[in-house]
């Protein structure tokens, strides 16, 4: 009361009653009151006088009113406002001057500001939104109830609190599978619940027992070295997991520890209760409840990325009553209690209620910082930690990652039961005949083969007995025969995967040079589903798209500037005339350093020199509504004067960034005002322009448009609008259509570009058509029914119609690198690429274009809910009538689509479908026509869709269709696609780690995708059919052979091979070169796999692994063990098989027939194998020459040890011309029979590979081009979709309008 | 380098091998006409000689088979051969006489040949005891030998050599006799080296053997270590398959062509029960061993098929070009001709 300046006018008093206005409680000495009065608005200082001044109702205050000599319009003055900080005056006391009085329109206090850095953070943003307060509502009264019992101290830090006893979970996330205790028991049951696996482990368990046809030891030694190694590499994905729980675990956070003293701690050791201070772009570690921001008014930006994939920034904001504990030494005596709902997996939802300074306050969501967001745009806030670690609603959310087996491996497991279903068939039949026989040796007293004594005879071979001895024997036939069943194949197959993913993981050509980023394969095992996939699913912000804009073209009166080529062009140019023709350096040559979100190129406009465009006075007004037609906020750096803009969403900011580098430099927003920099062509000089902001018509998707109303400096009342064509086109008035025509042209052709368009225009108001819109506009905005978004529009549908057209921008949402070669190269391999996004139609369709997925001339299939019909049902609200109406309608845009299909097949379709539609589509009735719609179109978009309903179209995919689908994403919204496809991707470029971490195999770019696919996928697929069928190939020459051998020996169950040539024909002599294959095997190149992307059909037909081909090869196996023993057998016996008149007994035969079948399975490998590297060759003879190896060093053991083996191989075999022979006949006639095929089927009936691979063998001959291109051209596949597609289209099209 | 001295200590960069590119050198043998056809002749080339060098090689072994078994029984016993070969009173005596087709040079190995005999039954095979044949110690090592394990029942005194392998031991005995002059037979070296060495213990004598209750075959003489007993080395080294020749003995002297030699057959071994088939054989051996045609005529067979088979692939070429790399095949191109 004191400080009344000098210049005082006049000086009187009088009190008024605050209404909801809340001092600021900083520690400033002074504030600042503002007076609103119509165009004026006067300030001054005051100094509080009551300091405890809060809640609702204020005491009267006096105020002495210094006039208007102390307005400042300095220009850095900050009078932006809050809307909480705001009140319209209610004068009670009689003032001097009643003409001021009435026009007192509202009284703003804000602290007094210091100047400089952080005067930002003082700013009230909260005007701009409509931000709803919640009240207590009726959910509230179920705190303390089921559900809703949680119980939260704040800020009780140290010591014995209430928050212990609670045992609330702690903050330590662990996503690993086992722990250490866990750890054996838990992955040995994994292990054995492969049917295989628990079959070996009863014959091991079985071999300990006289049944036994081999020694225990021999039977168990493969098992355990098999599961131990797959433990071995499950222990180490699991530690490979544990160490990134530990990153996140020891992420850092500032936490109160009393006393107003913050420390840094980790986030594991957060407890429920606890005050933590989160500062600008860091992850909130914890569910938090807000407290207090950086801004006054306590909001706070948060991005939500890693929770619904959407990028634009959440405004949350405190409750006021905390707004104002905005610093450190204010949380020493904070205490307060929340009581709310218990831990639960919705994201949107939040009940509860706060204790604090004895009042209870409701909490809703606009509280909740959840977990895995980030704060944006706000400098710091302080929260409270309501949940932790696996209460958080992201965790709770998060399941666990679905264990996907690859399409190959179920097929595997079938042809395992089919082995199995032999293998009993063999042992039955076995066993029927052996009881037979035995029976047959005791005729009453008589024995026929009385050497094996069958009067005195245990129960396994007693005449008297047969059944029984046939059923023992049964078993002793199963464990004899598991020699069918490949025991290393599960070990093998994970060994390979595992190397096949550090292949994935070491590329060169999948690392992202900007993110520092490698492609990282998570799990191992769906590398051969990347070689099979039929169908991609999809996200498109920050999977097809960066998320940032760059202002590229514009059209304006008509005329269309921008000399920029877009990245769509571009690839297209390179498609057509095979070359890149806009070299990179002649861009260069004319662009000036590169601003973010600015890509606009034209000596026309640039530099000032519109002033010389025919239209120079639209081109003013053009950029002029760029520059105040927005919401975002400049940032003005103090010292190099350069302005940055905060703003909702990229399209905005690039559209101020534009407007500032063509010369209208935005740089002030208060809460009255916009203010600009503008070149002025008159007196050649930068002026200043201030407008004065009176309403902000909001963005949202249904209007698809947005306006603000303001004040120019002549007083003349402008609304300028910018919005989706659409929408705008209609609304223009006669006067405005002038340049309507060329722009609609240019609309097309940006969209043709891919770009995103947006028209702008604008009108002139008078004041008395102003005052009624503002009237009714601020009584909607001011309403409380549920009809308050209804009444807004409703008002603003009025007053933005007879608008005159400026022209249009067209903002390239910048497609990631390579993305439309990516989509046209996997549109050639005859992969289907579906769009599921979460953005509004307009947008997905441009991405469309702009990714060739969509062209002009195909036909678009939209299927929408906002025809009147529905649009009548929804405003008359019965619900039941709406679901009735739209699923009629839905259900008939369906058939119509699937009839437009039938009627012409050679056309293109392009499917578009949105979020209600699709909610429709995929009820249960209507979901198979709805993907039999699909199927039909050539390209997919399904926009506006939720998470659910994502992964609900991938599941209907995968299922309708059976083939494998690929889901790709980068936020947290497409969790559930990716866990539901086959394949999930997860996009590692962008911050956000929700997707990766629920996807199979994470890359950086969309773009490494083809290479995943088309070389890792091809590969993959190609390595793990070939090496299965191989196996069971090996395996089936061996059983056939042991079963032969049986056959020779009454059914007896005696092998002809030792013990261990046994247990290790698997282990050793066979798995390292088929490991081999696995790993290295190229049918053709990476380049030619790229080249040639018809290649991939291979595994998309699963040309390699159909029954024919697995029978095929087991075929060849049964006829190549039938081809060794018979010729062993033949050769050896009965006579002397050396010169020194010995024959061959059991050992010598046994060991003969397996180095056949050694030799035999190895060169079979070499024959199968396309490519061999020194490896392939080190192994396949090695394996070979190990079993010769094994032989000396086994046969040189004691004779107790090696039994039947000793000494054989020096003795016997190698001095003998007859074994060599033998080997060299049997393996060559072994072979013959596939060499045969093989040569015959690469002639005459190539796979897809088998013509690349003569293509590339021709290639070296003379005329190596001719070949290539022929091939080339007549393998390209006849794709609808693609630049490929896109620059055929062009050339046949005569209409370039866009059909609907 | 730019790109490398922008290469910070942190960067996730992978390290380029050609290893770890899947950019190894390697071979990539696609089958040309070229390959299929010089592949088959190769092994046309190859085969052929070695199949006619093992015919030459079997053509020069002489071998003489007599199956003596149904000739050897008396004809009062035809119907019931049990009670002729289980009795101790017939006279098992059997003369028959082979006659020399060509010259055989010596060595001559005898060779007695059983068919439908399992040796390679399971429970005849393990019905052994490896340890005790090797240790005298481990003369009571019997498990496996049931039962023939033990004599009657008594713990105390286990059968050496046990177990049904050797208890059946083979005990047909051949004399040979050139006119009357008896044809000396060289027992010695008819058994692997390895077996008499390590096998089968030169300590370890017979006891107890074919004393119980029931006699199966040959019987032991109880003075001489098990490894010098090499008929039952021979023996106990059991077959591979039900038809079998073991060695009996060798001649060391040459029998020159048309020859006659009289075998004097002591025809003591039960062949009868489980008809089966006993054979006495006479036959030299050389590199390839003894005489056994199939090896031959399977090469002559594979190499015929092999050049058959090249003569075939050339006619389909020449009969049958078509461009490389025929990119029809496609299935695409394939649906799209079809409609």
Redesign the interface.
């Known amino acids: 009361m004191t400080q009344l300046p000098v210049a005082l006018l006049c000086s009187y008093s009088w009190t008024w009653s605050w209404g909801s206005v809340q001092w600021p409680r900083q520690r400033q000495d002074f504030c600042r009151v503002i007076f609103f009065s119509g165009s004026a608005t006067f300030t001054t200082r005051i100094r509080p006088m009551a300091r405890t001044i809060s809640g609702l109702a204020c005491p009267a205050l006096s105020i002495p009113y210094t006039g208007a000599g102390l307005w400042s319009p300095k220009p850095n003055t900050p009078t932006v406002g809050f809307n909480q900080n705001m009140a319209n005056l209610t004068p009670t006391g009689q003032p001097p001057n009643t003409g001021a009085a009435q026009s007192f329109g509202s009284v703003m206090v804000i602290p007094e500001m210091k100047m400089g850095k952080d005067r930002r953070k003082k700013m009230h943003l909260s005007k701009m939104y409509s931000i709803r307060r919640s009240g207590f509502e009726e959910d509230h009264s179920q705190i303390g109830g089921p559900g809703f019992s949680r119980v939260v101290y704040c800020n009780e830090t140290g010591g014995l609190e209430a928050n212990k006893f609670q045992n609330y979970a702690d903050n330590y996330v662990r996503l690993t599978k086992y722990t250490p205790v866990t750890f054996l028991p838990k992955s040995l049951f994994e292990q054995f619940r492969r049917v295989a696996n628990f079959y070996f482990l009863v014959t091991g368990i079985l071999a300990f027992t006289p049944l036994a046809?081999y020694s225990a030891v021999s039977a168990i030694l493969p098992l355990v070295v098999v599961i131990g190694a797959t433990m071995v590499k499950e222990g180490i994905e699991d530690w490979q997991r544990q160490q990134q729980d530990h990153e996140v675990n020891n992420r850092k956070v500032k936490v109160h520890r009393g006393g107003g003293v913050f420390e840094t701690s980790q986030w594991k050791k957060l407890k429920v209760g606890d005050i933590v201070k989160v500062e600008k772009d860091e992850f909130f570690p914890a569910d938090l409840l807000l407290l207090s921001s950086s801004y006054d008014d306590a909001i706070c930006y948060v991005e939500t990325m890693n929770l619904d994939g959407e990028t634009n920034l959440k405004l949350k904001q405190s409750l006021d009553v905390t707004s104002s504990i905005n610093e450190d030494s204010k949380f020493s005596n904070f205490k307060a209690t929340i009581r709310c709902e218990d831990p639960n997996a919705s994201l949107y939802t939040f009940v509860g209620t706060m204790n604090f300074q004895d009042q209870r306050y409701a909490l809703s969501p606009q509280q909740l910082l959840l977990r895995d967001s980030k704060l944006r745009n706000t400098d710091y806030i302080y929260g409270t930690v309501i949940f932790t670690g696996h209460d958080t609603k992201v965790i709770q959310n998060s399941t666990d990652p679905p264990s996907k087996r690859s399409r190959i491996e179920r097929r595997m497991d079938n042809i395992i039961y089919f082995l199995f279903f032999i293998l009993f068939l063999m042992a039955f039949f076995g066993s029927i005949y052996f009881g037979i026989v035995t029976k047959d040796d005791l005729d009453g007293d008589?024995?026929?083969?009385?050497?094996?004594?069958p009067d005195?005879?245990?129960i396994?071979?007693d005449p008297k007995r047969a059944p029984m001895a046939g059923v023992y024997h049964f078993l002793?036939a199963v464990m004899l025969y598991s020699y069918l069943i490949p025991i290393s194949l599960y070990v093998s197959i994970e060994v390979v995967k595992v190397l096949q993913t550090?292949?994935i993981?070491?590329?060169?050509h999948m690392?992202d040079?900007e993110s520092?980023?490698?492609a990282h394969a998570r799990t191992s095992n769906l590398t051969e589903e990347l070689g099979q996939i039929d169908t991609i699913l999809s996200d498109k912000t920050g999977t097809l798209t960066c998320n940032s804009m760059e202002f590229i073209k514009c059209s304006v009166a008509g005329t269309a500037y921008g000399r920029r080529v877009t990245e769509v062009e571009r690839a297209m140019a390179k498609r057509i005339k095979g070359e890149d023709h806009f070299d990179e350096n002649d861009i260069d040559s004319y662009s000036h350093p590169s601003v973010k979100g600015y890509k606009f190129e034209d000596e026309r406009i640039t530099h000032g020199r519109w002033v010389n465009e025919p239209h120079s006075d639209v081109i003013q007004k053009f950029f002029r509504l760029l520059a105040i037609c927005h919401t975002a906020i400049p940032d003005v750096d103090e010292e190099t004067g350069k302005v940055t803009y905060e703003a909702e969403s990229p399209d905005e900011s690039s559209f101020v960034i534009a407007a500032t580098e063509l010369g209208f430099e935005f740089y002030k927003r208060t809460q009255t005002s916009v203010s600009f920099m503008e070149f002025d062509p008159k007196s050649k000089k930068h002026v200043e322009r201030s407008y004065e902001l009176l309403n902000i018509l909001e963005f949202n998707s249904t209007r698809k448009r947005m306006s603000v109303i303001v004040r120019d400096g002549e007083g003349k009342l402008l609304l300028l609008c910018k919005g989706a064509d659409s929408v705008m086109f209609e609304r223009l008035s006669k006067k405005g259509r002038q340049f309507e025509e060329k722009t609609r042209d240019h609309v097309h052709e940006y969209a043709d570009a891919g770009l995103r368009t947006l028209i702008l225009a604008y009108r002139e108001l008078n004041e008395e058509e102003y005052e009624e819109f503002n009237e009714k506009f601020t009584e909607a905005k001011n309403a409380v029914s549920a009809d308050r978004d209804d009444m807004i529009s409703e008002v603003t549908d009025e007053i933005e119609k007879d608008l005159i057209l400026l022209g249009a921008t067209a903002i390239e949402d910048k497609l990631q690198k390579g993305v439309p070669e990516t989509i046209d190269k996997l549109a050639q391999a005859?992969i289907k690429i579906w769009v599921l996004t979460g953005d509004k139609m307009e947008t997905a369709i441009n991405i469309g274009f702009a990714c060739s997925l969509l062209r002009q001339g195909m036909k678009q299939i939209v299927i929408t809910l906002e025809s009147p019909e529905i649009v009548a049902a929804e405003k008359a609200g019965d619900k039941n009538n709406i679901a009735k109406v739209s699923k009629n309608s839905v259900q008939k845009q369906i058939s119509a689509g699937k009839a437009q299909i039938n009627a012409s097949k050679s056309e293109a379709y392009a499917l578009i479908i949105d979020g209600k539609s699709l909610a429709y589509a995929l009820n249960d009735d209507t979901k198979n026509e709805f993907l039999e719609l699909a199927v039909g179109c050539a390209s997919v978009i399904c926009c506006r869709s939720s998470p659910k309903q994502k992964a609900l179209v991938t599941r209907l995919v995968k299922e309708g269709t059976g083939k494998t689908t690929l889901a790709i994403g980068d936020g947290a919204n497409d969790v559930g696609m990716l866990q539901e496809a086959d394949i999930g991707i997860g996009i590692s470029g962008v911050e956000g780690m929700q997707a990766v971490m629920s996807s199979d195999i994470a890359i950086a770019q969309f773009r490494f995708l083809e290479r995943l696919l088309l070389v890792h996928g091809h590969?993959s697929y190609r390595r793990i059919s070939s090496m299965i069928t191989y196996f069971f190939y090996k395996n089936i020459v061996f059983g056939t052979t042991v079963f032969l051998y049986e056959a020779?020996?009454?059914f007896?169950?005696?092998p002809?091979y030792n013990d261990w040539y046994l247990s290790l024909y698997n282990v050793f002599f066979t798995s390292l070169p088929v490991i081999a294959l696995g790993v290295?095997d190229?049918d053709v190149s990476?380049r030619l796999c790229l080249k040639f992307p018809?290649l991939y059909?291979e595994g998309v037909?699963n040309t390699l692994f159909r029954w024919r081909r697995i029978f095929s090869w087991m075929l060849n196996g049964l006829f190549s063990g039938i081809i060794i023993f018979f010729?062993c057998?033949?050769?050896l016996?009965?006579?002397?098989?050396?010169?020194?008149?010995?024959?061959?007994?059991?050992?010598?035969?046994?060991a003969t027939m397996y180095s056949c079948v050694v030799w035999v399975v190895n060169c079979q490998m070499a024959l199968a194998v396309?490519?061999?590297?020194?490896?392939?060759h080190i192994f396949i003879w090695g394996g070979i020459l190990l079993w010769y190896l094994f032989l000396l060093a086994y046969g040189a053991l004691?004779?107790?040890v090696s039994?039947t083996a000793?000494?054989v191989f020096t003795?016997?075999l190698a001095p003998?011309?007859?074994y060599w022979?033998?080997t060299l006949?049997v393996v060559?006639?072994s072979l013959?029979p596939y060499?045969?095929f093989?040569?015959v089927q690469?002639?005459?009936?190539?796979g897809?590979h088998?013509?690349?691979?003569?293509?590339?063998?021709?290639g070296q001959g003379n005329d190596p081009e001719y070949?290539i291109n022929?091939?080339r051209q007549?393998?390209i596949?006849?794709t609808t979709i693609g630049l490929t597609a896109r620059s055929i289209a062009r050339d046949h099209s005569f209409d370039p309008h866009l059909e609907r | 380098m730019d790109a490398s001295t922008r290469t910070r200590s942190n960067s996730n960069k992978p390290k380029y091998s050609r290893f770890t590119q899947q950019e190894l050198p390697a071979w990539k043998p696609i089958l040309t006409p070229k390959w299929v056809i010089t592949s088959f002749v190769i092994i046309a080339i190859l085969f052929t000689p070695t199949g006619l060098l093992c015919l030459w090689a079997s053509e020069h072994v002489v071998e003489i088979i007599d199956r003596y078994d149904d000739d050897c029984l008396p004809d009062s016993y035809s119907t019931n051969p049990d009670l002729y070969i289980q009795s101790r009173s017939t006279n098992k005596t059997c003369v028959r006489t082979l006659k020399v087709p060509r010259k055989m040079t010596a060595p001559i190995f005898i060779y007695y040949q059983l068919d439908n005999f399992y040796q390679n039954h399971r429970r005849y095979v393990k019905s052994r005891s490896d340890k005790q044949l090797r240790d005298p110690d481990e003369a009571d090592e019997t498990e496996d030998c049931k039962p023939q394990d033990h004599l009657s029942g008594n713990d105390d005194e286990p059968i050496v050599p046990c177990g049904l392998v050797a208890w059946s031991l083979f005990n047909d005995t051949y004399k040979f006799f050139k006119g009357n002059k008896a044809i000396d037979i060289d027992k010695k070296n008819i058994a692997w080296e390895s077996d008499k060495k390590y096998k089968f213990g030169s300590n370890v004598y017979p006891k107890n053997f074919q004393k119980g209750g029931l006699i199966g075959g040959g019987e032991l003489d109880d003075t001489k270590p098990l490894s010098e007993q090499e008929d039952l080395i021979v023996w106990m080294k059991t077959a591979a398959l039900p038809s079998f020749r073991k060695l009996y003995g060798k001649i060391n002297t040459n029998l020159e062509a048309n020859e006659t030699i009289t075998v004097v057959i002591q025809n003591n071994y039960n062949t009868y029960e489980f008809g089966g088939e006993k054979k006495v054989a006479l036959s030299t051996a050389n590199w390839i061993g003894g005489k056994n045609d199939f090896l031959g005529i399977s090469f002559l067979a594979t190499g015929g098929v092999c050049f058959f088979v090249a003569v075939s692939f050339i006619l389909l070429y020449v009969l049958k070009p078509r461009p490389l790399g025929d990119p029809t095949h496609l299935s695409w191109n394939r649906n799209q001709a079809a409609q």
Request: hydrophobic share 35%; with cysteine; aromatic share 16%.
């Open positions: 046809p008589r024995m026929k083969r009385w050497y094996l004594r005195d005879s245990d396994f071979f002793t550090i292949f993981n070491k590329d060169v690392y040079e520092d980023k490698p005859g590969w020779h020996a009454s007896s169950g005696q002809a290295f190229q990476a018809f059909q037909q010729l057998m033949n050769s016996n009965p006579e002397s098989y050396d010169k020194n008149g010995k024959t061959a007994g059991m050992e010598i035969m046994g396309s490519y061999f590297t020194l490896i392939q004691p004779a107790s039994t000793y000494k003795e016997t003998a011309p007859s022979l033998v006949f060559i006639a013959i060499f045969c093989k040569a690469m002639r005459f009936f190539p897809y088998g013509i690349v691979q003569w293509v590339r063998h021709e070949d022929m091939v007549r393998s596949r006849t």
